[in-house]
């Protein structure tokens, strides 16, 4: 099977971090907390545009907590582009571009109803680490699931 290729959107241009934020509205966000594109361009998160056979099928990122740990963030594939395998390819992806740049662990929280990114996740090696209730909001539960990268 082909490889996703990640490449970052450059969030100083206001039209990238638009897209960013239209695409998290309409395939991402079930979040009470939807991102702004003032909040994206503060910068603390490196994105990218997923791409597999040269089309764009998703998004994924990843924010650095500390030099060696990263929580991997909103990876995210396209209604179109679900259910063959590339929410898993872009889970993999990041995780090695986490790995490319130093990093020895990754995180990832996930509400507690995302079965198949939880699913995603265990396959891939990942441990549950915690249990966050009301977390994002009420009702809002979510698990946190970390690697540690060998
Ligand atoms: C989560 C998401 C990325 C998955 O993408 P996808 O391309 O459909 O995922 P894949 O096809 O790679 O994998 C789906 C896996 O979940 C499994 N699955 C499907 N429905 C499932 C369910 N109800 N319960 C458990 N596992 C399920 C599939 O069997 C498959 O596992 P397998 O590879 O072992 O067969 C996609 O649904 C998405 O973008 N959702 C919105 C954003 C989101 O929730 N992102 C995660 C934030 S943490």
């Keep these: 099977m082909d490889s996703i290729e990640l490449k970052p959107y450059n969030l100083e241009n206001e039209s990238e971090a638009k897209e960013l934020v239209d695409i998290c509205l309409e395939y991402y966000y079930r979040s009470p907390w939807p991102p702004t594109k003032e909040k994206i361009m503060k910068g603390g998160v490196v994105y990218f545009r997923a791409f597999y056979q040269d089309k764009q099928i998703g998004i994924s990122g990843y924010s ?3 030099p060696t740990l990263a929580e991997t963030i909103k990876t995210t594939v396209f209604n179109e582009f679900r259910g063959g395998g590339m929410g898993s390819l872009i889970s993999q992806a990041i ?7 130093g990093i020895k ?27 966050h209730p009301d977390h994002e909001a009420p009702g809002f539960h979510e698990y946190s699931l970390g690697k540690v990268l060998k």
């Design 95 to 101: 995780e090695d571009e986490c790995k490319r740049i």
């Design 105 to 131: 662990k990754v995180i990832s929280t996930v509400y507690y109803f995302n079965h198949v990114m939880v699913q995603i996740k265990l396959k891939q090696g990942y441990t549950i680490e915690g249990y």
């Design 64 to 66: 650095i907590k500390t």
